[in-house]
């Protein structure tokens, strides 16, 4: 099993990141599917979550309207894409698929500065 994140970076406030996931060695369309973040000294908060049919989602209320999630089951790939992006989004942000088990990818980097 492999969840593979991408798309992280330096961005400045205001700027945009798509993230993407890679998901291998599960049944990725039986899986729903989370990103989530962690900031340094902080524990890891759930930021936005997709269903596994991909009609039901979930976000954060600091992220509603900034950020979008979604998936691609052709690609078994889960994406976040983040708008308006504020210096308080910095965190390593880590893809997450829970169904009959639960897996981690390795994160990804996102640092919001000027």
């Known amino acids: 099993v492999q969840l593979v994140e991408s798309g992280g970076g330096l961005v400045q406030p205001g700027g945009s990141l798509r993230l993407s996931c890679a998901a291998s060695?599960?049944?990725?369309?039986?899986?729903?599917m989370s990103w989530y973040r962690q900031a340094p000294g902080r524990e890891r908060d759930l930021v936005a979550a997709?269903?596994?049919?991909?009609?039901?989602?979930y976000y954060e209320d600091s992220v509603k309207g900034r950020f979008t999630i979604s998936r691609d089951s052709a690609k078994n790939t889960v994406y976040l894409q983040m708008n308006s992006l504020k210096p308080e989004d910095t965190a390593l942000y880590y893809c997450?698929?829970?169904?009959?088990?639960?897996?981690w990818g390795q994160g990804t980097q996102v640092t919001v500065s000027s």
């Open positions: 997709i269903s596994n049919t991909g009609r039901s989602t």
């Open positions: 060695g599960f049944t990725f369309s039986s899986y729903a």
């Open positions: 997450n698929a829970r169904g009959d088990r639960t897996y």
